[in-house]
């Protein structure tokens, strides 16, 4: 089976504008992670993340039985249920992944062993972690070969991935989901779809309200153009709320956002040692 380094043998491009110099040298320090090499890099480690940064970690979900068993072991009855619910077999690698991977990840951070660690899901199916020492604010997406997970403290963040496809509409998709200034924008923009797409996911998920926000209600029209970083969120039912966003140019024919609530953080790609 092709591992992680075959399938990258090359390094992720810079980023797009609204980075500085300081961000762009992680970028090209970034490989999507195999099983062992989530384990090798958290395994009696701690780590901390304070509140000016957010930590940013690149998986792979290309592996062998030997690598998967790296993630199952760790996962609850529920997690392993779960996954095994998937048809395809790329499905289920996703979310032995996500979850495991996750789980791993946390670890390092809270000191709890992985497969101690106990989820909550909110009102919004958003999950968070119980009774650990220091509160970490986490995010989770998938597509494709890769899974994106953010990590902060003091703040909520949201990240999404995706991977470009041909055999999807854009126009009537963006003529359903976006507003009428992104729509514009869209139709002078080559490969300008799934930016949108994943700056609009990643601030829902950081709100943790998932799609009970229209995603036209959000405009990210400033954002893409690199005219901002910030956003004012104006939904039914919530107050304000000012999120940052970044977009992420990590892997060719991938589109990544992450989004923060309240001031802008210091992106750290990990692992950094």
């Known amino acids: 089976m092709t591992t992680a380094a075959d399938s990258l043998s090359a390094p992720p491009?810079?980023?797009?504008?609204?980075?500085?110099?300081?961000?762009l040298r992680y970028a090209f320090a970034v490989l999507a992670m195999s099983p062992g090499q989530v384990r090798e890099t958290t395994f009696n480690r701690t780590r901390k993340c304070d509140a000016k940064h957010l930590h940013v970690w690149l998986?792979?979900?290309?592996m062998n039985a030997a690598e998967r068993d790296i993630y199952q072991r760790v996962l609850s009855g529920d997690e392993r249920a779960r996954s095994d619910q998937y048809v395809f077999e790329i499905d289920r690698a996703r979310s032995i992944t996500a979850r495991g991977g996750l789980r791993w990840l946390l670890s390092s951070y809270t000191g709890v062993p992985p497969?101690?660690?106990?989820?909550?899901?909110?009102?919004?199916?958003?999950?968070?972690?119980?009774?650990?020492?220091?509160?970490?604010?986490?995010?989770v997406s998938h597509s494709g070969d890769y899974i994106l997970i953010g990590i902060t403290t003091?703040?909520?963040?949201?990240?999404?991935?995706?991977?470009?496809?041909?055999?999807?509409?854009?126009?009537?998709?963006?003529?359903?989901?976006?507003?009428?200034?992104e729509i514009q924008w869209l139709r002078q923009t080559e490969k300008g779809f799934f930016r949108l797409w994943t700056i609009k996911e990643a601030i829902?998920?950081?709100?943790?309200r998932g799609l009970s926000i229209p995603l036209s209600d959000v405009d990210v029209t400033d954002i893409v153009e690199g005219r901002a970083s910030m956003i004012s969120l104006r939904a039914s039912g919530?107050?304000?709320?000012?999120?940052w966003?970044?977009?992420l140019t990590l892997v060719d024919d991938y589109a990544a956002a992450v989004a923060v609530v309240g001031a802008a953080r210091e992106i750290r790609l990990m692992p950094e040692d």
């Open 204 to 208: 829902l998920k950081a709100v943790g």
């Open 154 to 181: 003091g703040a909520q963040c949201g990240v999404d991935i995706e991977c470009s496809r041909a055999d999807i509409s854009e126009k009537s998709i963006g003529e359903s989901f976006f507003c009428p200034r």
């Open 245 to 247: 966003l970044q977009e």
């Open 115 to 139: 497969d101690a660690l106990v989820f909550q899901e909110g009102d919004y199916g958003k999950p968070s972690v119980l009774g650990t020492p220091i509160h970490h604010e986490f995010n």
């Open 13 to 23: 491009r810079a980023w797009e504008p609204n980075v500085n110099k300081e961000q």
């Open 59 to 62: 998986l792979s979900a290309q």
């Open 238 to 243: 919530l107050p304000s709320q000012q999120l």
